[in-house]
């Protein structure tokens, strides 16, 4: 992209500066004064109040019908150097139009330059901006990111009061952007990589402006012809004046209304790319018309010789190129160049009177009057009834005005500038898109030339016509103008330039906003997200608050395709780690969609103080936290498919904790901030710890064990009685509680056999009595020996407490209360199959094991008789133990049983471990 031709002025100054210019140039600015009758940067008044309330508010407002409004100056919308009815210039932090300018420093102000604002930066600033551009690889993209909270806070602190003021901040927000990057790329070496990619993101973040503004421009007029649609009467008054008539047009003409809002919106633009233009002025202050030529044709008077001189011409009348077929002297001729391409583009800008003001600051008060024409003709007098004489208005000839417009236009003769200056003024598209070279100046021709159209029609309707304007062409006359037309025609258009940029991103959504295409708009958006290649940032940025703007005006809209854009945007947001924008994002999508993308956020976040941030932040979101935490935990917890695994019955280590087992454990905190989720917490950390217990992770069970908070049941009674039930609790938290003291015995009995294990396995080692040991030897030996039996009396009755321990716990899991281990109490609640399938399998898998862990306790400390009566707790009847056994467990336990008779045989006991008797 050409930085120069997209931030200066069209106009600039030619690299080779003619000697006249530099003469006539000095280092004090030219000034022209504004008209009195207007000040740089106030808009015409609307002819319709512009918005102030929200569409809903806008709703229950006392209108007014149009008829009692004030007429708008149509001579003025006609202009180029005038505004629109409803159109409101977006103000400007810096070189704002809105300020108060004096008569010395209009034009600085008024254009403001990229390095407008070097002079006035900051240290601070200029120090940070230095050192972002030295660390960032991409610098613009850096400094630009703060527009991602910058426009959550304004939709946030304006979207409940003013829509059309929100958009007004959005256009703000991206001007002082721009401005900003304008400076960075000022500042870094030409070429280099980093200053491309921050021109790209400036041009990106240029459009979004100027598109925002298009929206409040354009939606502002819609929406309020919407509301007095029910105001309006169909009542055309008789008039003598073409003012009148066209105050009747604009009022009650939407297509052409809405034609012009874009013609000023494009004119607004080629305002902002103008820069300074006070130095292109200092070129055409000149006292004296051609003065080269004068002083030429002087020199040649006074010369009494005759040798070889170039003929140039010989009277200095406006009209004496084109007559004598003779030219100017060439620095003449240069300046004269550049004198018209400033003046048309200070008409492409919509500054017809500072283009007045230039031709009569360079001797030109001839042309300044040619510009003067295109005002509609109005005579307050005729319907006066005797009152006080007041003044006429416009151009009672503008049609022979035009007539001869058009001809200057076509007269080949002329430079290219001039005639597009005439085209522009009599509607002469041919003429006016040679000069044409972007898309806004292409469509600013066609909307400029279709407004003169459908002016020019509804005059001659009205009677008005002028036989003049008969000899304007027919198709000019009788061409059926409408929005689509336009940029039909504009996709016929020979310049590759325009071609290309009708296809790029921001140019189709300005179109489609303009045509109010907003199925086409979605379908657009639809077939980007489609792509393999991803959207720029601030694009999807811009596309996700145009759906926001569109859905606060209760516009219907193809929803799959909004949320789709908004989950784009919500990606992209987590993908750049904005954690405190995500929220609010994913609340406008529909409920159930919001739960699953905020889980699907959170599945990533693992600090425990941002994970309290980010569920207060969807608390303030609106979002429903409780189903969002249960999702993740949910997600993660059955991210493992495995089916339970059956035991071996060694009692061997417990099996490691893996990376996928901590997230498993972790997950639970996202139940545990809100108290509310106690029960929740409950049943999400039994159905993990079932499948931990199932693959002997009992490390990894025990941890999440302690995740819960031990005052849980106790909070869910609180929480049960505080709504005034006094009724049981539901069976579903009755089931959960009891489930989570089953799992505690478990827990609680699998760690005091591992206790006695690793205890019963580290008994006091006697010591050795040396062999031929001296008398020292065998004292130090006696004492050892001592100490032996000390620790070793100590390690019996450690071994005794721990023995005792253990086998009370492992029987409060074989004889667990109402009904048994893992086994539900409630049944009068939802069938849930898959948790009692593992409740199940859970017993067939834990009470034998816990069984023979008894039995190895009871073996190993010689407590066979004790060990035989385990034999009848698994036989009862009332416990029905036997039936969680296979076959091969039942032979196995058998087999044991069979250890201890025979040990307890060999003691002179009978097989049950009593006392023979004779």
Same mark, same amino acid.
């Given at each position: 992209?050409?930085?120069?031709?997209?931030?200066?002025?069209?106009?600039?100054?030619?690299?080779?500066?003619?000697?006249?210019?530099?003469?006539?140039?000095?280092?004090?600015?030219?000034?022209?004064?504004?008209?009195?009758?207007?000040?740089?940067?106030?808009?015409?008044?609307?002819?319709?109040?512009?918005?102030?309330?929200?569409?809903?508010?806008?709703?229950?407002?006392?209108?007014?019908?149009?008829?009692?409004?004030?007429?708008?100056?149509?001579?003025?919308?006609?202009?180029?150097?005038?505004?629109?009815?409803?159109?409101?210039?977006?103000?400007?932090?810096?070189?704002?139009?809105?300020?108060?300018?004096?008569?010395?420093?209009?034009?600085?102000?008024?254009?403001?330059?990229?390095?407008?604002?070097?002079?006035?930066?900051?240290?601070?600033?200029?120090?940070?901006?230095?050192?972002?551009?030295?660390?960032?690889?991409?610098?613009?993209?850096?400094?630009?990111?703060?527009?991602?909270?910058?426009?959550?806070?304004?939709?946030?602190?304006?979207?409940?009061?003013?829509?059309?003021?929100?958009?007004?901040?959005?256009?703000?927000?991206?001007?002082?952007?721009?401005?900003?990057?304008?400076?960075?790329?000022?500042?870094?070496?030409?070429?280099?990589?980093?200053?491309?990619?921050?021109?790209?993101?400036?041009?990106?973040?240029?459009?979004?402006?100027?598109?925002?503004?298009?929206?409040?421009?354009?939606?502002?007029?819609r929406i309020q012809t919407v509301l007095e649609e029910d105001f309006m009467m169909d009542i055309t008054m008789p008039t003598e004046s073409e003012k009148a008539v066209m105050e009747q047009f604009f009022q009650k003409g939407?297509?052409?209304?809405?034609?012009?809002?874009?013609?000023?919106?494009?004119?607004?633009?080629?305002?902002?790319?103008?820069?300074?233009?006070?130095?292109?002025?200092?070129?055409?202050?000149?006292?004296?018309?051609?003065?080269?030529?004068?002083?030429?044709?002087?020199?040649?008077?006074?010369?009494?010789?005759?040798?070889f001189s170039r003929p140039l011409v010989t009277e200095l009348d406006p009209d004496a190129p084109i007559r004598q077929k003779r030219p100017l002297a060439d620095l003449d001729r240069e300046d004269e160049t550049r004198l018209?391409?400033?003046?048309?583009?200070?008409?492409?800008?919509?500054?017809?009177?500072?283009?007045?003001?230039?031709?009569?600051?360079?001797?030109?008060?001839?042309?300044?009057?040619?510009?003067?024409?295109?005002?509609?003709?109005?005579?307050?007098?005729?319907?006066?009834?005797?009152?006080?004489?007041?003044?006429?208005?416009?151009?009672?000839?503008?049609?022979?005005?035009?007539?001869?417009?058009?001809?200057?236009?076509?007269?080949?003769?002329?430079?290219?500038?001039?005639?597009?200056?005439?085209?522009?003024?009599?509607?002469?598209?041919?003429?006016?898109?040679?000069?044409?070279?972007?898309?806004?100046?292409?469509?600013?021709?066609?909307?400029?030339?279709?407004?003169?159209?459908?002016?020019?029609?509804?005059?001659?309707?009205?009677?008005?016509?002028?036989?003049?304007?008969?000899?304007?062409?027919?198709?000019?006359?009788?061409?059926?103008?409408?929005?689509?037309?336009?940029?039909?025609?504009?996709?016929?258009?020979?310049?590759?330039?325009?071609?290309?940029?009708?296809?790029?991103?921001?140019?189709?959504?300005?179109?489609?906003?303009?045509?109010?295409?907003? /199925?086409?708009?979605?379908?657009?958006?639809? *077939? %980007? $997200?489609?792509?393999?290649? @991803?959207?720029? !940032?601030?694009? #999807?940025?811009?596309?996700?608050?145009?759906?926001?703007?569109?859905?606060?005006?209760?516009?219907?809209?193809?929803?799959?395709?909004?949320?789709?854009?908004?989950?784009?945007?919500?990606?992209?947001?987590?993908?750049?780690?904005?954690?405190?924008?995500?929220?609010?994002?994913?609340?406008?999508?529909?409920?159930?969609?919001?739960?699953?993308?905020?889980?699907?956020?959170?599945?990533?976040?693992?600090?425990?103080?941002?994970?309290?941030?980010?569920?207060?932040?969807?608390?303030?979101?609106?979002?429903?936290?409780?189903?969002?935490?249960?999702?993740?935990?949910?997600?993660?917890?059955?991210?493992?498919?495995?089916?339970?695994?059956?035991?071996?019955?060694?009692?061997?280590?417990?099996?490691?904790?893996?990376?996928? /087992?901590?997230?498993?454990?972790?997950?639970? *905190? %996202? $139940?545990?901030?809100?108290? @509310?989720?106690? !029960?929740?917490? #409950?049943?999400?950390?039994?159905?993990?710890?079932?499948?931990?217990?199932?693959?002997?992770?009992?490390?990894?069970?025990?941890?999440?064990?302690?995740?819960?908070?031990?005052?849980?049941?106790?909070?869910?009674?609180?929480?049960?009685?505080?709504?005034?039930?006094?009724?049981?609790?539901?069976?579903?938290?009755?089931?959960?509680?009891?489930?989570?003291?089953?799992?505690?015995?478990?827990?609680?009995?699998?760690?005091?056999?591992?206790?006695?294990?690793?205890?019963?396995?580290?008994?006091?080692?006697?010591?050795?009595?040396?062999?031929?040991?001296?008398?020292?030897?065998?004292?130090?030996?006696?004492?050892?020996?001592?100490?032996?039996?000390?620790?070793?009396?100590?390690?019996?009755?450690?071994?005794?407490?721990?023995?005792?321990?253990?086998?009370?716990?492992?029987?409060?899991?074989?004889?667990?209360?109402?009904?048994?281990?893992?086994?539900?109490?409630?049944?009068?609640?939802?069938?849930?199959?898959?948790?009692?399938?593992?409740?199940?399998?859970?017993?067939?898998?834990?009470?034998?094991?816990?069984?023979?862990?008894?039995?190895?306790?009871?073996?190993?400390?010689?407590?066979?008789?004790?060990?035989?009566?385990?034999?009848?707790?698994?036989?009862?009847?009332?416990?029905?133990?036997?039936?969680?056994?296979?076959?091969?467990?039942?032979?196995?336990?058998?087999?044991?049983?069979?250890?201890?008779?025979?040990?307890?045989?060999?003691?002179?006991?009978?097989?049950?471990?009593?006392?023979?008797?004779?």
């Open positions: 992209m050409d930085w120069n031709q997209t931030w200066m002025s069209p106009a600039v100054r030619d690299t080779e500066v003619t000697r006249a210019a530099r003469r006539k140039s000095s280092h004090k600015k030219v000034a022209f004064p504004p008209a009195q009758d207007e000040t740089p940067g106030t808009s015409t008044t609307p002819a319709r109040p512009p918005l102030r309330q929200t569409p809903g508010s806008l709703l229950r407002q006392t209108l007014t019908p149009r008829s009692a409004l004030r007429n708008p100056d149509v001579s003025a919308i006609l202009g180029t150097g005038g505004r629109t009815p409803r159109f409101v210039n977006t103000p400007r932090t810096k070189g704002s139009l809105s300020m108060n300018l004096d008569d010395s420093d209009w034009t600085n102000s008024l254009f403001p330059s990229p390095l407008s604002g070097l002079v006035d930066t900051s240290f601070t600033e200029d120090v940070n901006m230095s050192a972002l551009m030295l660390k960032e690889d991409d610098p613009g993209e850096a400094a630009s990111l703060s527009l991602f909270p910058d426009f959550l806070q304004s939709y946030l602190r304006r979207a409940s009061t003013d829509v059309f003021d929100l958009l007004e901040e959005y256009e703000a927000l991206c001007q002082d952007k721009v401005s900003m990057l304008q400076k960075m790329v000022l500042r870094s070496a030409p070429g280099q990589q980093k200053s491309s990619k921050t021109v790209s993101i400036t041009w990106l973040l240029q459009q979004e402006m100027v598109t925002w503004r298009l929206i409040t421009s354009l939606y502002r007029d939407s297509v052409v209304r809405q034609s012009q809002l874009v013609v000023d919106w494009l004119e607004s633009i080629a305002k902002d790319e103008m820069g300074d233009f006070s130095d292109n002025i200092e070129y055409y202050a000149k006292s004296v018309y051609w003065e080269n030529t004068l002083h030429t044709l002087k020199l040649r008077r006074n010369q009494s010789s005759g040798g018209l391409k400033n003046l048309f583009n200070l008409i492409r800008a919509g500054m017809t009177d500072e283009a007045q003001r230039l031709c009569k600051r360079c001797g030109q008060a001839w042309r300044a009057a040619t510009l003067e024409g295109w005002k509609l003709y109005h005579d307050p007098n005729i319907n006066g009834g005797g009152g006080e004489l007041q003044a006429v208005e416009g151009n009672p000839h503008r049609s022979v005005w035009k007539v001869c417009c058009w001809r200057m236009a076509e007269e080949e003769q002329f430079n290219k500038y001039e005639r597009a200056i005439y085209a522009a003024l009599s509607g002469n598209l041919k003429q006016l898109l040679p000069v044409c070279e972007s898309w806004e100046d292409t469509v600013w021709a066609y909307f400029r030339v279709m407004v003169d159209t459908l002016v020019e029609q509804e005059i001659c309707s009205s009677g008005l016509g002028s036989e003049e304007l008969e000899e304007l062409p027919r198709e000019f006359l009788e061409t059926n103008w409408t929005l689509e037309k336009v940029f039909e025609e504009l996709q016929a258009t020979e310049s590759k330039r325009v071609l290309d940029a009708t296809k790029e991103h921001y140019h189709l959504i300005q179109k489609l906003i303009i045509l109010g295409d907003l /199925d086409g708009l979605l379908e657009e958006f639809n *077939d %980007w $997200l489609g792509r393999s290649t @991803a959207l720029p !940032a601030h694009l #999807l940025r811009f596309m996700s608050h145009l759906v926001l703007f569109y859905r606060s005006l209760g516009m219907q809209l193809k929803e799959e395709v909004c949320v789709d854009v908004l989950k784009a945007y919500i990606s992209l947001l987590v993908k750049e780690k904005q954690v405190d924008l995500i929220a609010f994002y994913v609340s406008h999508l529909p409920a159930d969609m919001a739960v699953s993308q905020y889980a699907q956020f959170l599945e990533e976040v693992t600090e425990t103080e941002q994970r309290k941030h980010c569920l207060e932040l969807a608390t303030q979101a609106g979002l429903d936290v409780a189903a969002i935490t249960k999702t993740v935990v949910e997600t993660i917890r059955e991210r493992d498919t495995d089916e339970f695994s059956h035991h071996d019955l060694t009692p061997a280590l417990d099996a490691a904790t893996t990376v996928e /087992d901590q997230q498993k454990i972790d997950v639970i *905190d %996202w $139940l545990v901030f809100d108290a @509310a989720q106690r !029960a929740e917490a #409950l049943k999400q950390s039994n159905a993990i710890m079932r499948k931990f217990l199932a693959s002997k992770k009992h490390d990894a069970a025990k941890m999440v064990f302690a995740k819960v908070p031990e005052d849980s049941m106790r909070e869910i009674y609180r929480q049960w009685e505080e709504q005034g039930m006094d009724t049981p609790l539901p069976a579903e938290e009755e089931n959960a509680i009891r489930e989570h003291l089953c799992i505690r015995a478990y827990l609680e009995a699998h760690e005091a056999f591992n206790e006695w294990f690793k205890h019963m396995n580290c008994p006091p080692v006697k010591p050795t009595a040396p062999a031929q040991a001296k008398f020292t030897e065998k004292v130090a030996h006696e004492m050892k020996e001592a100490e032996y039996k000390m620790e070793y009396e100590n390690w019996q009755g450690r071994l005794g407490a721990l023995t005792e321990d253990v086998k009370e716990r492992i029987y409060n899991v074989l004889l667990f209360v109402d009904g048994g281990w893992m086994v539900d109490v409630r049944e009068d609640t939802e069938e849930d199959s898959e948790r009692a399938h593992q409740m199940t399998l859970l017993r067939r898998l834990c009470l034998p094991m816990m069984s023979f862990l008894l039995l190895t306790v009871l073996q190993r400390t010689e407590r066979h008789q004790e060990s035989l009566r385990l034999a009848d707790i698994v036989a009862s009847d009332q416990h029905r133990l036997y039936e969680v056994f296979s076959k091969d467990e039942l032979q196995k336990f058998l087999q044991k049983m069979r250890e201890s008779s025979l040990l307890l045989l060999d003691k002179g006991l009978d097989p049950l471990g009593y006392e023979i008797q004779p």
